[in-house]
């Protein structure tokens, strides 16, 4: 079955230090990829996603590539802010099935 | 545009007693619409997720029930809560046919069993 495997946090930075995050999957089709970022007390948002194999998706100086040849899709940022600091989920989703399949969530904080 | 809705924010409720929670989303037809649970410091659990008015998928077995009498409109109750219930409840939605199978999610209610 599909499944999303990503890094344990928490992960603490200094503020401007780079970011990675490693995310993983097992899909039996072609599904899309996504991050979504909560912050503390709030749902989720959708922070950047990415549909077919060598896509990259970015926002707010965050980027993932969606790499089908090593069923990964890491997260980057070269330089976190402390407003950064939020719980990051990966998630997969295949076109014709309803439902998503979320990563257990990666804590990042950054300290100024 | 689209907006999805969940109330309460908050909620705390003895063991034992009744539970609902609503979500409505405006802006879109068809939804489909799901309810995640989220433990203290844990990951997303999925429970319940709809495709159609009156039609509901259980992902795991346990005392919440859902149901959606309305296509915009998703419930999530239980007859008697248990301690094990506390969380932060999500509810989210999709569109039935979409290039990507984005979901977008409310702001959550949190619950306390006490």
Redesign the interface.
Known sequence: GDSVTQMEGPVTLSEEAFLTINCTYTATGYPSLFWYVQYPGEGLQLLLKATKADDKGSNKGFEATYRKETTSFHLEKGSVQVSDSAVYFCALSELNFNKFYFGSGTKLNVKP | SQTIH?WPATLVQPVGSPLSLECTVEGTSNP?L?WYRQAAG???Q?LF?S?GIGQISSEVPQNLSASRPQDRQFILSSKKLLLSDSGFY?C?W?ARRA??????????T?LTVL
Do not use: M
């Not at chain 2, 199978?101 to 959550?108: A, L, V, Y």
């Open positions: 969940q489909n799901y844990r990951g997303l999925l997720y495709v999500l989210a999709s290039s990507s199978n984005e979901q977008f999610f409310g702001p959550g949190r």
